[in-house]
């Protein structure tokens, strides 16, 4: 029971922008955008989380459509340490897991 | 700060025996949550820890059980191993219950033969 839809993969050029879409159209009121990522041989990382608002921290920023059913992760200057895979989930602020589906693949090329 | 670590990173066993890993949250974290991740069913989750106490469950057979130390350190046991338990076991730490914000390990490789 799929809740986003992301592309498989991506590359990208190393100091350029990395857009990431992902589609929620199912997306409930209570329920959050989350974006995490995933370096080969290491557990997942939490980059970033929004409800309506964009976001942006040290890491990357989220655009989220005014409608909630889809959003953009954005890293900002893309470096090659950034090539992992990439979860979009949609989660309850109170919900106590975490499921990852397939995310996407990015590789950041020199 | 120290992450959180888990041990072994790496585990070969075969069919019908039982595993043990372990996971050291980050310090101060008091709430430790189990997941495998396998290529075809991603990541899955098994259950959460608090106060020694398991609060949250997923949904994975009795021979996944676990148990959380007054230190917070957790380990998981899985029984009578089969083929389809080979995965990737992580560990995620938390300050509190159901937080945005959780640090996950590097994970145990258990392979099933």
């Known amino acids: 029971d799929a809740k986003t839809t992301q592309p498989t993969s991506m590359d990208c050029a190393e100091g350029r922008a990395a857009n990431l879409p992902c589609n929620h159209s199912?997306?409930?009121?209570?329920?959050?955008v989350y974006w995490y990522r995933q370096i080969h041989s290491q557990g997942p990382q939490y980059i970033i989380h929004?409800?309506?608002n964009n976001e942006t921290n040290e890491m990357a920023s989220l655009i989220i459509t005014e409608d909630r059913k889809s959003s953009t992760l954005i890293l900002p200057h893309a470096t090659l340490r950034d090539t992992a895979v990439y979860y979009c989930?949609?989660?309850?602020?109170?919900?106590?897991?975490?499921?990852f589906g397939a995310g996407t693949t990015v590789t950041v090329r020199a | 700060k120290a992450g959180v670590t888990q041990t072994p990173r790496y585990l070969i066993k075969t069919r019908g025996q039982q595993v043990t890993l372990s996971c050291s949250p980050i310090s101060g974290h008091r709430s430790v949550s189990w997941y495998q991740q396998t290529p075809g069913q991603g990541l899955q989750f098994l259950f959460e820890?608090?106060?020694?106490?398991?609060?949250n469950k997923g949904n994975f057979p009795g021979r996944f059980s676990g148990r959380q130390f007054s230190n917070s350190r957790s380990e998981m046991n899985v029984s009578t191993l089969e083929l389809g338990d080979s995965a990737l076991y992580l560990c995620?730490?938390?300050?509190?219950?159901?937080?945005?914000?959780?640090?996950f390990g590097p994970g145990t490789r258990l392979t099933v033969l």
């Open positions: 199912t997306i409930s009121g209570n329920e959050y």
């Open positions: 820890y608090f106060s020694e106490t398991q609060r």
């Open positions: 995620a730490s938390s300050l509190r219950l159901a937080i945005n914000e959780q640090f």
């Open positions: 929004g409800l309506k």
């Open positions: 989930i949609v989660r309850a602020f109170n919900d106590y897991k975490l499921s």
